[in-house]
């Protein structure tokens, strides 16, 4: 199966000049979902990741984290936009494209020292990825990779990434 044909590509989205990548359409087909899910758990063998916690970036990260989460027997951590978590948080700001914004995990996430493996849908600039590695650093995890359906290589996100692994499904 080749996942790539059940992304669809949007033009001018969310603005001109965007070619978004689509991935209801993936998410929509049942084989296909098992299939990528199944294919990124792979990969977590391959590399030999042994996580004790798997982390989401909100909110397509939600999608994959927890399947891979069960998979690998690891728990599952919720890096969140501002003001979505209800205990003490760590708090990163960002830049984006067109402003700033805030993620923020819970303070308790995991025991100092934890293996964390962070996972989203799609990595760009890597802007969003750096700012959750801050968040796994202040809550005291070892980062030991992050995972991604879609790079997009032309905007250089893994540049940020020199001493970790980072592994991709697809890239564009």
Not at 19 to 26: A, G, H, K, N, S
Not at 73 to 89: D, E, H
Not at 122 to 129: C, E, F, N, P, S
């Amino acid at each position: 199966m080749d996942i790539r044909d059940l992304i669809r590509d949007i033009a001018d989205f969310p603005k001109p000049g965007i070619l978004f990548r689509d991935i209801t359409t993936l998410l929509q087909d049942p084989q296909g979902l098992s299939y990528t899910i199944d294919c990124l758990h792979q990969k977590c063998i391959d590399a030999q990741f042994n996580p004790d916690y798997i982390v989401g970036i909100e909110s397509r990260g939600f999608i994959f984290a927890p399947s891979l989460a069960y998979k690998l027997n690891a728990g599952f951590v919720p890096v969140r936009k501002a003001q979505k978590l209800p205990a003490p948080v760590h708090t990163v700001e960002y830049d984006l494209e067109y402003g700033k914004d805030k993620l923020q995990i819970h303070r308790d996430a995991f025991k100092p020292g934890s293996k964390v493996l962070i996972v989203d849908d799609l990595m760009a600039t890597g802007g969003t990825a750096v700012a959750a590695t801050e968040l796994v650093a202040k809550a005291g995890g070892e980062l030991i990779g992050l995972l991604f359906l879609i790079e997009l290589t032309a905007l250089g996100g893994r540049s940020h990434f020199q001493d970790v692994p980072v592994i991709t499904l697809l890239e564009y």
